[in-house]
């Protein structure tokens, strides 16, 4: 494709160019490197968008010099009580996870997400994946340094905010007489109430569709993907309150 080749080649010059700085010639290989893996069109453009603003940054692996630091973390003390909390959830981590790589979202969306989006709204989605990238990395290195690093911590936090990113970029209403104000503020008021509550009963489920006046088949595939795509960071929390309770002892 032309655009992916220019991209590619002014990647390649800046990453050449002594004039440059060292951090940005790194990132500009890092970016025409990743795309070799990923083979996004629209998440390149989305990286570059942010290289040439000055804001992109190559996160580092959050398990880096762990064997040189403090091994007395809760996620030590706690292992067993960790991993009993975390069992019921059927959580299976991935590489990634368990050697606790950066958090890039777009490794775990949904290939229908994507589908569904055309043009320019398909690069704003990327952009915002990197966003929130940014967020859950920042996240998870807060949360590391409190409790050491477990893989569900990770995984957690990728699964929440690529959720989010999608909830916030795409609807699952489908369009009707009432707008797409109605569709976009009646999708919110079904996230925000999963979001407070974790889970919801279906007695909670039949009273938001009512007080919405929404779809109930658009309600519930809504909060059945979310739910799908939810259930490590359903285990972290898990994992949260266990360390949290234990550690006031």
């Avoid at 069109?41 to 580092?60: D, K, N, W, Y």
Wanted: proline share 3%; charged share 25%; hydrophobic share 40%.
């Amino acid at each position: 494709m032309a655009l992916v080749d220019t991209i590619m080649r002014y990647l390649s010059r800046v990453s050449q160019d002594e004039s440059m700085s060292p951090d940005l010639r790194e990132q500009a290989t890092y970016i025409g490197v990743a795309y070799q893996s990923h083979r996004n069109m629209c998440r390149l453009v989305a990286q570059v968008s942010v290289f040439t603003r000055g804001e992109f940054m190559i996160h580092p692996s959050h398990r880096v010099n762990l064997l040189g630091e403090n091994l007395d973390t809760a996620v030590r003390r706690h292992a067993k009580e960790v991993l009993n909390a975390i069992s019921d959830h059927h959580t299976v981590p991935s590489l990634g996870d368990l050697e606790g790589h950066p958090i890039e979202l777009y490794s775990i969306l949904d290939a229908r997400i994507e589908r569904a989006m055309t043009g320019e709204n398909r690069i704003l989605f990327h952009q915002e994946l990197l966003i929130n990238e940014k967020k859950a990395n920042g996240d998870l290195t807060r949360i590391i340094r409190k409790f050491g690093y477990h893989y569900i911590f990770r995984a957690g936090l990728q699964e929440y905010y690529m959720t989010k990113t999608v909830a916030a970029m795409v609807n699952f209403f489908r369009p009707d007489g009432r707008g797409d104000e109605f569709r976009i503020s009646t999708q919110q008021t079904c996230y925000n109430f999963l979001e407070a509550r974790l889970r919801l009963s279906p007695e909670e489920k039949a009273n938001l569709i009512q007080r919405t006046r929404c779809f109930p088949e658009d309600a519930h595939k809504f909060w059945n993907w979310l739910e799908k795509h939810r259930k490590a960071y359903l285990a972290m929390k898990a994992a949260f309150a266990i360390l949290s309770t234990l550690e006031r002892r």
